[in-house]
């Protein structure tokens, strides 16, 4: 095999969560050239994977089928000549571009029934197997039915220090200083978001034990009244929400000393980039999507409701994050700090 095209996640998490897929086809197949078709929020992340020499960004509207967009992307690739297309979303549309470019082989689980769409199929997960998300994309490297061999390599994304001291110049961060990154955000819902005010108590105890730390805030213009009441409970964390692209926020976190994050896209590129980190769980299960660093430590009560994979709490309580108090991160993130 000589080129392959990967049709990737529309989420930052899951585009990492691939990237040992990429790496078990660098190794299955040494000349291999990737190439990858994201969306425009993931594609920073592709741009930053070893693996991936062209990343095709598209604004494709999500829930749309855009057949002319589609069509049209299709006939670019048609004309690189690859030889097999990884198809790593589930929807049907997004099989369509690898089909209409007439792409030899073209791989991925059945999903919502793409008999034809795809022609290696592998068979859908039942919905009690929550197998690790790196290995149930790593098995498309191989047969339908194979068992992929060997342990997995953990993400990795490739860092520019250079792109790290310009943004962090524009922001006027001091990079002298310890800088400690909170990514209070988390897309999927508010049962994966630790509340502000904890957010705000771990700073105030940082700002005790480590007064010369840096704190900012890191995600989208969605997040910004997060980062918002944090500020106004703990004035010294800086609210840069919305005001970075992604590339830029991987450039920040990648000097970051330490990261605290709720289980969301960032948490994974923190963890992709190595910098310790401080992952707090609540509806979801750290044992399927697991921040992949050992420099990264989860906290997760595992109360009986959880995990309940709820985008809101369906008892109305939160128990699992309100639960999870500030001082039990700081156990965690004191150590990061010390021996940064």
């Known amino acids: 095999m000589r080129r392959a095209l990967v049709i990737a996640p529309n989420?930052?998490?899951?585009?990492l969560m691939a990237q040992p897929l990429l790496s078990r086809?660098?190794?299955l197949h040494p000349r291999i050239v990737i190439d990858a078709v994201a969306p425009t929020w993931v594609a920073p992340v592709l741009e930053r994977m070893p693996q991936v020499r062209d990343v095709y960004a598209t604004s494709l509207a999500h829930g749309k089928l855009q057949?002319?967009?589609?069509?049209?992307l299709a006939s670019d690739l048609r004309e690189v000549g690859y030889d097999a297309a990884y198809v790593l979303p589930n929807s049907l549309k997004s099989a369509l571009i690898p089909w209409m470019?007439?792409?030899p082989l073209r791989i991925g689980y059945t999903g919502e029934h793409r008999y034809g769409l795809l022609n290696v199929r592998h068979a859908n997960p039942g919905k009690d197997l929550r197998m690790p998300m790196v290995e149930r994309y790593a098995a498309l490297a191989y047969a339908p039915g194979a068992k992929a061999p060997g342990e997995l390599p953990p993400p990795h994304l490739e860092t520019d220090l250079n792109e790290a001291a310009r943004v962090s110049a524009r922001f006027n961060l001091d990079t002298r200083v310890p800088l400690l990154v909170f990514c209070p955000g988390a897309e999927y819902g508010p049962a994966k978001r630790w509340p502000p005010e904890h957010f705000a108590a771990l700073a105030q105890m940082v700002s005790q034990s480590f007064p010369y730390t840096q704190i900012i805030a890191l995600g989208s213009a969605k997040d910004a009244p997060l980062a918002q009441a944090i500020a106004e409970r703990a004035p010294h964390v800086r609210n840069l929400c919305g005001q970075t692209a992604l590339g830029e926020?991987?450039?920040?976190i990648a000097r970051a000393s330490a990261v605290v994050t709720n289980d969301s896209g960032l948490m994974h590129v923190a963890a992709a980039l190595r910098r310790p980190l401080v992952a707090v769980f609540g509806s979801t299960d750290p044992r399927h999507t697991p921040p992949l660093s050992e420099s990264a430590k989860v906290q997760w009560l595992h109360l009986e409701c959880s995990p309940c994979f709820a985008r809101e709490c369906p008892l109305g309580h939160l128990n699992c994050l309100r639960q999870l108090s500030a001082e039990q991160v700081f156990g965690d993130l004191r150590g990061m700090l010390l021996y940064r």
Not at 249 to 252: G, H, I, S, T
Request: proline letters at 0%; aromatic letters at 10%.
């Open 67 to 72: 057949i002319l967009r589609r069509w049209q």
């Open 249 to 252: 926020a991987c450039a920040l």
């Open 11 to 15: 989420w930052i998490g899951d585009a």
């Open 25 to 27: 086809l660098v190794k």
């Open 101 to 103: 470019a007439a792409i």
